[in-house]
Each structure stands twice: as C-alpha cells, then as structure tokens.
C-alpha cells in the first residue's frame, strides 16, 4: 500500500525536504516522521527508497540530522549547530570513481542506516556553497517550512505564495480595513 506525501510543500531539495518533515496545519504541528511508515514516505518522495531500508534505526538516524539542519538552518554559523552537523557528515563520504561513462563519484556509509541522513546533510553544503542567503525560512509567522529561493531576483519571502503569500496579503489587508 503507498502512502500519499500529506505535506503542503515538496520538492525542495533534500536537505530542505527534510526540514519540510515537520509543518503547521490548522496551528497544530504535524510531523511526517513519527514512525517508518512516514520514513518510507520521505525516502519516496526523494528517490532514496531503493537504496536505504525505511527502519527504526534509520528514522533515528534521519531524526538526528534533521534536528542538527534545523539548528544550522535557523542559526547559521552556530558553533553547536555546525558541529551537529559535522558530526553526522562524521557518518559518510564520498569515494571517487572511474567507470566506462567516466569519472564519478559514490558515497559511502560506515553503517548505510545513516545513508538518508549524511545525504541530507550533506545536500546542505551543496547549497551552502550555490548561495547560503537564499536558503530561507517561509516569512509567514505561524509557517515552519523552509525552501531554497530560485527566482531570478532573489526575492521569494513565502513558502508558497498561494497560502503563506495570501494569507499575509489577507492579514494586511484586514488590518488597514479595520483601522478605516
């Protein structure tokens, strides 16, 4: 049996997906990863369902890093932060290949139940390096979810413009018509 993806907002980068496990619906938290059923969808939704098993020891592992990310993503430069997530980079690395296509690269696992989470982390540095000021947190107040901002003048405050965006426009809006 699949599982649909219930979160308002995917395909975002993995290390941004991961954030995105966690968002507000109706003011209450909600949080994918509660057990492996949500693992498995996570893992789905960005591909990694073929090479890493959706199991308890991997929720945990995958648990970690999305607490360390979250903790760089909201206090970029953090020493504690930054260690919490060198440390589960700790976990991996990427060993060159040369194969008949040509040179490319596998990463490596000392246990492959940290697989999802290295590649998280590691997804992360990948967009520290692209442009570390547009991984954004969504401006709206009572919104978690984070995104990578790739439109053209680097502008984007929402995580979707179609809820956060309307319903700050709408907040806006009410406030100056009460105050008339």
């Known amino acids: 049996m699949t599982v649909t ?12 997906d991961l954030l995105n496990t966690r968002w507000m619906k109706d003011g209450v938290r909600q949080d994918l990863l509660t057990g492996t059923e949500g ?8 591909r990694l369902e073929d090479r890493f098993v959706a199991d ?11 607490g360390a990310l979250l903790a760089l993503a909201d206090r970029p430069g953090d020493p ?28 490596e ?17 990948t967009l ?6 547009r991984i954004r947190a969504c401006a709206h107040d009572a919104c ?16 979707s413009m179609t809820t956060c965006g309307n319903r700050a426009k709408a907040s806006r809006h009410y406030a100056r018509t009460k105050d008339n």
């Not at 520290?128 to 000021?133: E, H, Q, S, V």
């Not at 790739?150 to 995580?159: A, E, F, I, Q, V």
């Open 128 to 133: 520290l390096r692209a442009a570390p000021d």
């Open 39 to 46: 693992l498995g969808v996570w893992l789905a939704a960005n």
């Open 144 to 159: 978690i979810l984070h995104f990578f901002d790739t439109s053209r003048n680097g502008t984007r405050r929402w995580c």
């Open 80 to 107: 504690d932060a930054v260690a919490r997530v060198d440390a589960v980079l700790g976990h991996g690395r990427i060993r060159a290949t040369l194969t008949v296509e040509g040179p490319g690269e596998e990463p």
């Open 109 to 125: 696992f000392e246990d492959l139940a940290w697989g999802p989470a290295w590649t998280a982390a590691r997804d992360y540095l």
């Open 5 to 16: 993806d219930p979160r308002p907002l995917t395909g975002e980068p993995v290390s941004l």
């Open 56 to 66: 308890a020891t991997t929720l945990r592992h995958t648990l970690a890093a999305r």
